[in-house]
């Protein structure tokens, strides 16, 4: 690593779970020339020594490590410039706060926060202080929705009336949220919030326009102890020691993967968090399949669906214009097999076996009167989101100008965080919500 220099940020970064890894390495691997890891923060010393072996093995050195208590005390020790912020939702907001108010400048895992006193805290913090937060919507960084962007922002099929989006996660990935810390709306704010706000925001990015009222229906149709009535509900609470796990296809079996058996398995016994709960088991206070309808201050409206218990992995986005049709249709997998049931996306997997056949995209152009046309997209991965992590990654830390709009701040973030809380009042309630009867974004 390049020895410390006037000319290169310090960050530190607080939560130290498996969310943590992809900044981490982006920090001290890919754009080390102008940033500098100095701390990490966390409620669990296990996991933030893992993290600093990993830093080892990369053949950096190991920074220091502070209680999440003494986080004040760590950004004037070590001289914090930005934080990264990757802690449990719910407890976003009491790092944003304290860092910007203490004058520091802020990156944040989506969703910013998990309810509208939370928001409240760190929009008028952000306006007290003028600090800078920077919410990690990595999705507006894809090609994909780049493309989408320009074509619309073109005019290509003229003013916008409507759009259709409708959101897959398969087994393996939609059950992940039913065993972890995301079960529990107070933790995450539910998939409305945690996974479809970064959805909202792309629509808003797409649309440039914000949600002005919200109506939503949803329910717990397939994990929890509706698994019972579907025939899959196992008599355990978590995998690991659990002999009733041993074929269940959707048992996360943290000691067979390397990084999370250090993460959370050999970590349990300074907070007792379980990593791997059965995503049958009762406690699931969020929903699995949710319907959501939202009109614009443009005048566009969105119908939105989110599956958590997918046969297969992908997403499709229509938008209806004035002047045509642009159809966006993703396939992330096209099945998940037995045997990947149980295992993790990406890195995680660590060798077991993903999903049999991966996907495709296309971006369809359906004009007035001419014949339709596939729009070319160049840049798009397999890796990191379609190779949307190390973009949005060489712009928050590389320097990297961002002429397309992609960087989200605070305001972006309470925007997409506001369609998912009212999606959620809505549900609650059975009437539709007004945004702005929970907050005004300015």
Known sequence: MPASSPGRRRYAVVGTGARAEMFVRALVVDHADRA????????????????????????????????????AAMLDKERVDTVLVTTVDRTHDEYIVAAVRAGRDVVTEKPMTVDVPRCRRILDAVAETGAQVSVAFNYRYNPLHEAVRATLAAGEIGEIGSVHFEWLLDVRHGADYFRRWHRDRANSGGLLVHKAGHHFDLVNWWLDSVPERVYAEGRLFFYGPAGQRHGYARDYDRVHGSPAAQDDPFALRLAEHPRLRELYLEAEGEDGYHRDQNVFAPGVTIEDDMAVLVRYASGATMSYHLTAYAPWEGYRVMFNGSRGRLELEVAESTHVSPAAAGALKGAALHGAEAAAEEGSATLTLRPYWAPPRQIPVAGRTRSGHGGADARMARVLFGGEADPHGRTATARDGALALLTGLAANQSMATGEAVRVADLLTVA
């Open 36 to 71: 500098e890891l100095v701390a990490f923060a966390d409620v669990n010393q296990a996991r933030m020594d893992a993290h600093n072996r990993w830093l080892t093995d990369l053949g950096r050195p190991a920074v220091p490590t502070y209680r999440a208590a003494d986080f």
